[in-house]
């Protein structure tokens, strides 16, 4: 600073603001990162829905063959009771009178003393399992809104908790109930199906009156609405044997939503036809025993397993009784189907059911087949390996 002068101060310097480009820009900015997080955001949740939509597809896929094969694996028990034909312990023939032959018992007759014979008892329990892909006369009342193409399966055993066993339920005035001897001394062949009496078959003890089941009769469809009629959601419905409204009367009664989203059900039967020998079956006979000594290979009986493809029943009718007293496996196919629609997606795949083929649908639901194997653990398990009897 020279002398004799005032300090010279520098001016101040001004303060910018943003100019309105680069606020439009910022503006510009923001609203593509917004955009771009709304769309991130709109794929997950859609994405999350069409998750939910799958998930509840294949739960249900899922569930009905476990429920079914579980009933399936139960068909054909009645605790120590055994059809003559199927006993290899009886000595002579089977009386023909115990044979089913011809057509197959009517699966929704109302239960009534005069045509509940005793050979329509035993029909019942000698054929536990039955399908149609037509709706029974019978069943018209029972099997309402079938899905048209869907199958109905018939399951018939005693009830696994026993009358007056902890836990169980308790007996039901004018329900019907199935009883079979436990005593030795008594035939194996010798039941009680009826909803009073049951002294006469006895325990092991052969002085108390045996157990008493409750009598189960399952049928299974799919029916095209869920809870109400035309909310367009088909469901696996069942019909229970049991007492109607009025407390008295036996019969099928009105079928209850089970799962909900099962679109198909094809029923195919695995019929037990040759031994293990290979010959034929023939029930007008006794016992050929392959080795009479030792008796673990009975000639003209089944083996358990199977024989040939497995058959598909068709018409009213039903397979013949002939058929179903053979039955030792069943294989069920269902097509599971989500909900709701899916945006955007056109279903043009077929699907194998059995020996079926559905599709292409073109419509925009996901859809997902299940098949499973049940064996008739009650009619297979005693043909397949004998226990040695003595001669």
Same mark, same amino acid.
């Given at each position: 600073?020279?002398?004799?002068?005032?300090?010279?101060?520098?001016?101040?310097? *001004?303060?910018?603001?943003?100019?309105?480009?680069?606020?439009?820009?910022?503006?510009?900015?923001?609203?593509?990162?917004?955009?771009?997080?709304?769309?991130?955001? =709109?794929?997950?949740?859609?994405?999350?829905?069409?998750?939910?939509?799958?998930?509840?597809?294949?739960?249900?896929? *899922?569930?009905?063959?476990?429920?079914?094969?579980?009933?399936?694996?139960?068909?054909?028990?009645?605790?120590?009771? @055994?059809?003559?034909?199927?006993?290899?312990?009886?000595?002579?023939?089977?009386?023909?009178?115990?044979?089913?032959?011809?057509?197959?018992?009517?699966?929704?007759?109302?239960?009534?003393?005069?045509?509940?014979?005793?050979?329509?008892?035993?029909?019942? =329990?000698?054929?536990?399992?039955?399908?149609?892909?037509?709706?029974?006369?019978?069943?018209?009342?029972?099997?309402?809104?079938?899905?048209?193409? @869907?199958?109905?399966?018939?399951?018939?055993?005693?009830?696994?908790?026993?009358?007056?066993?902890?836990?169980?339920?308790?007996?039901?005035?004018?329900?019907?109930?199935?009883?079979?001897?436990?005593?030795?001394?008594?035939?194996?062949?010798?039941?009680? =199906?009826?909803?009073?009496?049951? @002294?006469?078959?006895?325990?092991?003890?052969?002085?108390?009156?045996?157990?008493?089941? &409750?009598? %189960?009769?399952? %049928?299974?469809?799919? *029916?095209?609405?869920?809870?109400?009629?035309?909310?367009?959601?088909?469901?696996?419905?069942?019909?229970?044997?049991?007492?109607?409204?009025? &407390?008295?009367?036996? &019969?099928?009664?009105?079928? /209850?939503?089970?799962?909900?989203?099962?679109?198909?059900?094809? !029923?195919?039967?695995?019929?037990?036809?040759?031994?293990? @020998?290979?010959?034929?079956?023939?029930?007008?006979?006794?016992?050929?025993?392959?080795?009479?000594?030792?008796?673990?290979?009975?000639?003209? *009986?089944?083996?358990?397993?199977?024989?040939?493809?497995? !058959?598909?029943?068709?018409?009213? +009718?039903?397979?013949? +009784?002939?058929?179903?007293?053979?039955?030792?496996?069943? /294989?069920?196919?269902? =097509?599971?189907?989500?909900?709701?629609?899916?945006?955007?997606?056109?279903?043009?795949?077929?699907?194998?059911?059995?020996?079926?083929?559905?599709?292409?649908?073109?419509?925009?639901?996901?859809?997902?087949?299940?098949?499973?194997?049940?064996?008739?653990?009650?009619?297979?398990?005693?043909?397949?390996?004998? +226990?040695?009897?003595?001669?």
């Amino acid at each position: 600073m020279r002398p004799g002068h005032a300090p010279t101060s520098r001016p101040a310097s *001004r303060q910018r603001g943003v100019t309105l480009i680069e606020l439009m820009v910022t503006i510009t900015i923001t609203l593509i990162v917004v955009a771009a997080l709304i769309a991130l955001f =709109l794929n997950i949740s859609n994405a999350q829905r069409e998750m939910v939509k799958v998930n509840r597809q294949i739960e249900s896929g *899922r569930l009905g063959s476990f429920v079914l094969q579980g009933e399936l694996e139960h068909a054909g028990f009645w605790e120590t009771y @055994t059809p003559q034909f199927d006993d290899v312990t009886l000595s002579g023939a089977p009386d023909p009178s115990e044979v089913p032959t011809g057509a197959a018992p009517d699966p929704c007759m109302a239960y009534d003393l005069t045509t509940w014979t005793a050979a329509y008892r035993r029909s019942l =329990l000698a054929i536990p399992v039955q399908t149609y892909d037509t709706v029974p006369t019978s069943c018209a009342g029972v099997v309402t809104n079938r899905k048209a193409g @869907t199958d109905i399966l018939v399951v018939r055993h005693a009830d696994t908790c026993a009358v007056g066993d902890v836990g169980c339920a308790a007996e039901v005035a004018n329900s019907l109930y199935f009883q079979s001897s436990q005593c030795g001394s008594q035939a194996s062949s010798s039941f009680e =199906l009826a909803t009073s009496g049951f @002294t006469t078959l006895l325990r092991r003890d052969c002085a108390t009156p045996a157990l008493k089941r &409750g009598f %189960i009769s399952d %049928i299974y469809y799919v *029916r095209d609405f869920a809870q109400t009629q035309g909310d367009g959601l088909p469901t696996l419905a069942r019909s229970r044997f049991g007492l109607g409204a009025d &407390g008295v009367t036996l &019969g099928q009664q009105p079928a /209850q939503a089970l799962i909900e989203g099962i679109e198909s059900m094809r !029923v195919e039967l695995g019929i037990d036809t040759l031994s293990k @020998t290979g010959a034929a079956i023939d029930y007008s006979k006794a016992v050929d025993w392959a080795d009479s000594a030792v008796r673990t290979t009975p000639r003209n *009986r089944g083996d358990g397993s199977p024989d040939g493809a497995f !058959v598909h029943c068709t018409g009213a +009718a039903g397979c013949t +009784a002939d058929q179903l007293i053979n039955v030792v496996a069943v /294989q069920v196919h269902l =097509l599971a189907r989500s909900p709701e629609t899916s945006p955007g997606h056109t279903d043009t795949r077929t699907y194998q059911l059995g020996a079926a083929t559905l599709g292409p649908f073109n419509d925009a639901y996901k859809r997902h087949v299940f098949a499973t194997t049940a064996r008739l653990n009650n009619v297979a398990a005693r043909r397949d390996s004998p +226990a040695p009897i003595s001669p």
